[in-house]
């Protein structure tokens, strides 16, 4: 079946610009989850998704970023006056009812100039 | 934020040789994960092992949790060149809608020909 999907795979911006990013889980997955990775590091979270629960916003790092989510399908993900530290790695992952192994899409990686 | 902590940063060994990558943590989790990351597939699950839970196996794949010392490893025997990626290992903690996992840095593996 289709795995996680995103889009993007790569975006090159300028900064001051807005961006979104999309994903696309897997059908059936309940739970949506977006993660930051800089080069080099960890998976830094960013927003969960679950049902049509609110969602967990603890991770975004300041208010230019924000994510929706359609029922529980599409995610979208927008940076606002995207900043060069913004560069990364954006992964989007998925998770069935009950389920904790997250399945992960193959991320949109922002260049930010 | 907290996050699990692995170690060593980099492994190199030869192809044959096992490797063993450590992941503490310091509060108290649901589950222990590991994930494996390299160009060509992504990241992907590898092993989920519960609290209760002391060791598991899935093929060449050995981990074992300590939660008196918030703590595990990552045996990976008789490795193989296609082994080489990074292990990041994510501990599932909180619960209901605060419950996320948190990320290592990750453990960069060589395996050499």
């Known amino acids: 079946g289709a795995g996680v999907s995103q889009s993007p795979s790569n975006k090159v911006t300028e900064k001051g610009k807005d961006v979104e990013l999309r994903c696309d889980p897997i059908?059936?997955?309940?739970?949506l989850y977006w993660y930051r990775q800089r080069l080099g590091q960890g998976l830094e979270f960013l927003i969960y998704?679950?049902?049509?629960?609110?969602?967990?916003k603890s991770g975004l790092p300041s208010d230019r970023f924000s994510a929706e989510r359609t029922g529980e399908s599409v995610s979208t993900l927008t940076i606002q006056r995207t900043q060069q530290e913004d560069s990364a790695v954006y992964l989007c992952?998925?998770?069935?009812?009950?389920?904790?192994?997250?399945?992960f899409g193959p991320g949109t990686r922002l260049t930010v100039l | 934020s907290q996050q699990g902590e692995e170690d060593p940063q980099a492994l190199s060994i030869q192809e044959g040789e096992n490797a063993t990558m450590n992941c503490s943590y310091k509060?108290?989790?649901?589950?222990l994960q590991w994930y494996r990351q390299n160009s060509g597939r992504g990241l992907v699950h590898l092993i989920l092992?519960?609290?209760n839970e002391r060791e598991k196996h899935s093929g060449r794949l050995r981990v074992t949790l300590d939660t008196s010392k918030k703590s595990s490893s990552l045996l990976i025997t008789a490795s193989r060149a296609a082994d080489t990626a990074s292990y990041f290992c994510?501990?599932?903690?909180?619960?209901?809608?605060?419950?996320?996992?948190?990320w290592g840095l990750g453990t960069s593996l060589a395996v050499n020909p």
């Open positions: 992952a998925s998770s069935p009812p009950g389920g904790y192994e997250q399945f």
């Open positions: 059908s059936g997955h309940t739970a």
């Open positions: 998704f679950q049902g049509n629960s609110a969602p967990d």
């Open positions: 509060t108290s989790i649901n589950n």
């Open positions: 092992i519960r609290s």
């Open positions: 994510a501990t599932d903690r909180g619960a209901g809608n605060n419950r996320k996992l948190i």
